[in-house]
């Protein structure tokens, strides 16, 4: 009994290090801690979705990044987050215009 509640603390440990780990990441690269972010794919295509640590409904987490449909090439590809503010106004309005699916 014992081993077995140390072992469940470990993973939730585990689990808590990692949640914690990616919003810190996202924060760094965004300037945002959840929430509709700017991502490029791998294609250099530029777009908003939901990005929330720890989850994701309509996409394969993969570490840092995430394999997802591409709205703006219509293609499957891997995605990062992108701070806004290395943007230019013109790469900004148009990322803004583009959403992904907001139902998965």
């Given at each position: 009994?014992?081993?077995?509640?140390?072992?469940?603390?470990?993973?939730?440990?585990?689990?808590?290090?990692?949640?914690?780990?990616?919003?810190?990441?996202?924060?760094?690269?965004?300037?945002?801690?959840?929430?509709?972010?700017?991502?490029?794919?791998?294609?250099?295509?530029?777009?908003?979705?939901?990005?929330?640590?720890?989850?994701?409904?309509?996409?394969?987490?993969?570490?840092?990044?995430?394999?997802?449909?591409?709205?703006?090439?219509?293609?499957?590809?891997?995605?990062?987050?992108?701070?806004?503010?290395?943007?230019?106004?013109?790469?900004?309005a148009?990322a803004?215009?583009?959403?992904?699916?907001?139902?998965?």
């Open positions: 009994m014992a081993k077995q509640r140390r072992r469940r603390r470990r993973g939730f440990a585990i689990g808590a290090a990692f949640l914690f780990i990616e919003a810190f990441g996202l924060r760094r690269k965004t300037g945002r801690m959840a929430g509709t972010v700017v991502v490029r794919c791998r294609a250099g295509h530029l777009f908003t979705t939901i990005w929330i640590p720890g989850a994701s409904l309509k996409s394969v987490r993969l570490g840092w990044w995430r394999f997802q449909r591409c709205p703006v090439g219509r293609h499957w590809t891997l995605v990062t987050p992108v701070r806004e503010s290395e943007l230019g106004e013109t790469e900004r148009a803004r215009q583009v959403h992904d699916a907001r139902v998965p």
